[in-house]
Nanobody
Framework: QVQLVESGGGLVQTGGSLRLSCAAS????????MAWFRQAPGKEREFVAA????????YYGDSVKGRFTISRDNGKSTVDLKMNSLKPEDTAVYYC??????????????????WGQGTQVTVSS
């Protein structure tokens, strides 16, 4: 049974930092490209960041570029999202996702095979 379990969400002030983590089980982790998406109330799910299977190539959405960093540890089957300089508009539920093999359409949620349950991030102004 495949499971992606996110942790690390919470309440933080504007300008603060958080680190999200996603632990995968039931999959051969290195075979999957990984990503983070987010969804705010009333809005569509938005691409945040993705990382290839080896961890050598990463991609970011325009709204988080330069502030967020995605990384993975294939030995531990985890993928992290370090979020700095947080803004109120970063408030959302953040989801971890896994894509078998990876894709050039890493930014599209339809490419992903498995999803976590989400973790809430709230940035207060």
């Amino acid at each position: 049974q495949v499971q992606l379990v996110e942790s690390g969400g919470g309440l933080v002030q504007t300008g603060g930092s958080l680190r999200l983590s996603c632990a995968a089980s039931g999959v051969t982790f290195i075979r999957y490209a990984m990503a983070w998406f987010r969804q705010a109330p009333g809005k569509e799910r938005e691409f945040v960041a993705a990382i290839d299977r080896s961890g050598s190539v990463s991609y970011y959405g325009d709204s988080v570029k330069g502030r967020f960093t995605i990384s993975r540890d294939n030995g531990k089957s985890t993928v992290d999202l370090k979020m700095n300089s947080l803004k109120p508009e970063d408030t959302a539920v953040y989801y971890c996702a896994a894509d078998f093999g990876g894709s050039s359409r890493y930014y599209h949620f339809n490419e992903y095979d498995y999803w976590g349950q989400g973790t809430q991030v709230t940035v207060s102004s």
